[in-house]
């Protein structure tokens, strides 16, 4: 069964500090790879995705992940992180069958002034 | 609308009762599907549909719960005798199909309160 990992579980900033949060996956076939946002009492909004093609993918906010096959990971970036990034950010993988994403535990962002 | 709508957004019950949850998705989206996000664990897939094939059940923590989706469209989520270990957010989703990676658009969720 696939399983992603979100390795940190809070992760606290100064604004202008650069981001990556880790996200590992268990699945050895071709995956689609995405990364989702929830800001405080808002639902689930897609950041970025990759299905194929170009490993880095640049998303909505600055943001940008790099898929590596050989570490199956897809860790999401950003250079200078904001107050507003302040969010819960999740990690999902899907395969090309017919199953649903699955999800990372997610990481709680807070970016402090 | 534009996005994905449940009702209702908040539902506080007491132990033993049933409760039952909606979701409107995107409009012409064929796939549907419910999430339970509990404090600490991430989204956690329950069960979806896919225009008029069987249900994926295979998310449904126990036979307490059940959903249906009526037309391709609107889908109930109907959880019987709640236990206080029911009390998450149920999170809906949509996307206009599924094995393609296609990206699911979420709704706001129902919380639910197990007292």
């Known amino acids: 069964a696939q399983s992603v990992s979100q390795h940190n579980h809070h992760v606290i900033l100064s604004e202008a500090a650069s981001l990556e949060l880790g996200c590992n996956y268990s699945y050895g076939g071709t995956v689609n790879l995405f990364w989702y946002v929830q800001y405080p009492g808002q639902h689930l909004q897609l950041l970025l995705k990759y299905f194929s093609g170009d490993p880095l993918v640049k998303g909505i906010k600055g943001f940008e992940a790099e898929f590596i096959k050989s570490k199956f990971s897809f860790n999401l970036r950003k250079p200078s992180v904001q107050w507003s990034d302040t969010a819960e950010y999740f990690c999902a993988v899907g395969n090309s069958g017919n199953t649903p994403l699955v999800f990372g535990k997610g990481t709680r962002l807070s970016v402090i002034a | 609308g534009a996005g994905v709508s449940q009702s209702p957004s908040n539902k506080v019950t007491e132990k033993g009762k049933d409760v039952e949850l909606r979701c409107d998705p995107i409009s012409g989206h064929t796939a549907l599907y419910w999430y339970r996000q509990s404090l600490g664990q991430g989204l956690e897939f329950l069960i979806y549909f896919q225009g008029n094939s069987a249900p994926d059940k295979s998310g449904l923590p126990s036979d307490r719960f059940s959903a249906e989706r009526t037309g391709g469209s609107v889908s109930t989520l109907t959880i019987q005798r709640t236990q206080q270990e029911d009390s998450a957010v149920y999170l809906c989703?949509?996307?206009?199909?599924?094995?393609?990676?296609?990206?699911?658009?979420f709704g706001d969720g129902t919380r639910l309160s197990i007292l």
């Open positions: 989703a949509s996307s206009q199909r599924t094995g393609t990676g296609q990206p699911q658009h």
